[in-house]
């Protein structure tokens, strides 16, 4: 696997990009269940067009075969990849505040890149759900951390890990749209349909002495490199919860560019144990 992987880091972004549409439309024909979850969540957010749908399948191949590159390429290497940081006032503001930074990064575009960006400028504390194959797990923690990049994994000494990180006006970054496991999430809706959501994140955002931003890498065309786009978490609204605000704002987030989302991602699904959504079985 890793000898496979370092074969794939060697080669041009443009080719991986290339070759990963096909994998894309490889894995789209051959997985009924990915297919209906990609066009059932599609179609729940009101996407029923072929063009978003041809651009979704291909996007989610693009990112599999990335993967390899941006996590065994050296760093150097990678971030000459991003052409620039739309937002970057919003980090350099924080951070002449003292404020820790929370960094939500949905499935959407390439969120691997993001937190390299940020260990570039500073220390970042990645939360991450280590994979039941341990040769996995071995290969994710070599790709993820590094120089000013430390990885804190779902349970109480990981969530101590992040808040001494923000403490030390540190920065952290988490996954707002995974699944949590039962009894850490609450049902919110997510683009108009009940999903489990983690009450992590928005118990975070809304943590004094820390600001929280969007993060979205946006994958340009023909392995052109990515655009890292950055976005304040908007305003509460009247009676609104505060995993409801934060699911509202990766659907504005999503919707700049819905081609680049991981739709064909189980949103909706119920983790063992966890309360039935309202309304019914999920």
């Given at each position: 696997?890793?000898?496979?992987?370092?074969?794939?880091?060697?080669?041009?972004?443009?080719?991986?990009?290339?070759?990963?549409?096909?994998?894309?439309?490889?894995?789209?024909?051959?997985?009924?269940?990915?297919?209906?979850h990609?066009?059932?969540?599609?179609?729940?957010?009101?996407?029923?067009?072929?063009?978003?749908?041809?651009?979704?399948?291909?996007?989610?191949?693009?990112?599999?075969?990335?993967?390899?590159?941006?996590?065994?390429?050296?760093?150097?290497?990678?971030?000459?990849?991003?052409?620039?940081?739309?937002?970057?006032?919003?980090?350099?503001?924080?951070?002449?505040?003292?404020?820790?930074?929370?960094?939500?990064?949905?499935?959407?575009?390439?969120?691997?890149?993001?937190?390299?960006?940020?260990?570039?400028?500073?220390?970042i504390?990645?939360?991450?759900?280590?994979?039941?194959?341990?040769?996995?797990?071995?290969?994710?923690?070599?790709?993820?951390?590094g120089?000013?990049?430390?990885?804190?994994?779902?349970?109480?000494?990981?969530?101590?890990?992040?808040?001494?990180?923000?403490?030390?006006?540190?920065?952290?970054?988490?996954?707002?749209?995974?699944?949590?496991?039962?009894?850490?999430?609450?049902?919110?809706?997510?683009?108009g349909?009940?999903?489990?959501?983690?009450?992590?994140?928005?118990?975070?955002?809304?943590?004094?002495?820390?600001?929280?931003?969007?993060?979205?890498?946006e994958?340009?065309?023909?392995?052109?490199?990515?655009?890292?786009?950055?976005?304040?978490?908007?305003?509460?609204?009247?009676?609104?919860s505060?995993?409801?605000?934060?699911?509202?704002?990766?659907?504005?987030?999503?919707?700049?560019?819905?081609?680049?989302?991981?739709?064909?991602?189980?949103?909706?699904?119920?983790?063992?144990?966890?309360?039935?959504?309202?309304?019914?079985?999920?």
């Amino acid at each position: 696997m890793l000898l496979l992987m370092r074969l794939l880091a060697a080669l041009p972004l443009p080719l991986l990009h290339a070759a990963g549409a096909l994998l894309g439309w490889f894995a789209y024909a051959a997985s009924p269940t990915y297919r209906r979850h990609l066009l059932e969540n599609l179609a729940q957010a009101g996407y029923r067009d072929a063009a978003t749908r041809r651009g979704a399948v291909a996007a989610a191949g693009k990112g599999m075969l990335e993967l390899p590159a941006i996590w065994l390429r050296p760093r150097a290497d990678v971030l000459r990849w991003v052409r620039r940081i739309d937002g970057e006032q919003l980090i350099d503001d924080a951070r002449r505040q003292g404020l820790g930074i929370v960094f939500l990064t949905p499935h959407h575009g390439c969120f691997e890149i993001t937190a390299k960006v940020a260990a570039e400028r500073f220390p970042i504390t990645a939360l991450y759900r280590p994979p039941k194959l341990r040769f996995v797990q071995k290969l994710i923690e070599r790709g993820r951390a590094g120089p000013n990049l430390r990885l804190a994994t779902p349970d109480y000494a990981g969530v101590r890990e992040l808040l001494g990180a923000l403490k030390r006006g540190e920065s952290v970054g988490l996954l707002p749209d995974q699944v949590p496991s039962e009894g850490e999430g609450e049902w919110v809706d997510f683009f108009g349909r009940p999903a489990y959501t983690m009450t992590l994140a928005s118990r975070l955002a809304v943590r004094p002495g820390s600001v929280t931003l969007l993060a979205f890498g946006e994958r340009l065309p023909r392995g052109g490199g990515y655009v890292v786009h950055l976005r304040p978490l908007p305003a509460a609204r009247a009676g609104e919860s505060d995993a409801m605000r934060v699911n509202r704002a990766l659907e504005e987030l999503v919707r700049e560019s819905p081609q680049q989302y991981l739709w064909g991602y189980n949103r909706y699904k119920r983790p063992r144990r966890a309360p039935p959504p309202p309304g019914g079985l999920a």
